[in-house]
């Protein structure tokens, strides 16, 4: 199965960048779609971009858009955020995905998750 490991949370200012990681093991990350989500305090997980397969298509939700960039090694078998022009509403912790391949108009989880890592933007 495949299993999810997420790094490079912290806190950080606002106007701040931060660069999450995402390592895959015992499966290959390449055969999936990506996708990076955030749960705000108190809020359901949201998808806020995702990535196909090749990494030749992205997603991105508004709220993140021109800010937030997804990529992804395949031979590394991992998966980027690099996340800049933070604001305080980025708060959160921040997991990786396999999704649906069809990522045209948001990012579906096959519910596959690692423990997450914490991102804080302090104002």
């Known amino acids: 199965q495949l299993q999810l490991v997420e790094s490079g949370g912290g806190l950080v200012q606002s106007g701040g960048s931060l660069r999450l990681s995402c390592v895959a093991s015992?499966?290959?990350?390449?055969?999936?779609?990506m996708g990076w989500f955030r749960q705000a305090p108190g809020k359901e997980r949201k998808g806020v971009t995702c990535i196909s397969s090749s990494g030749g298509s992205m997603y991105y939700d508004d709220s993140v858009k021109g800010r937030f960039t997804i990529s992804r090694d395949n031979a590394k078998e991992s998966v980027y955020l690099q996340m800049n022009s933070l604001k305080p509403e980025d708060t959160g912790v921040y997991y990786c995905a396999p999704v649906r391949p069809s990522i045209q108009t948001g990012c579906a989880p096959y519910h596959t998750w690692g423990q997450g890592t914490q991102v804080t933007v302090s104002s």
């Open positions: 015992r499966y290959t990350l390449s055969y999936y779609a």
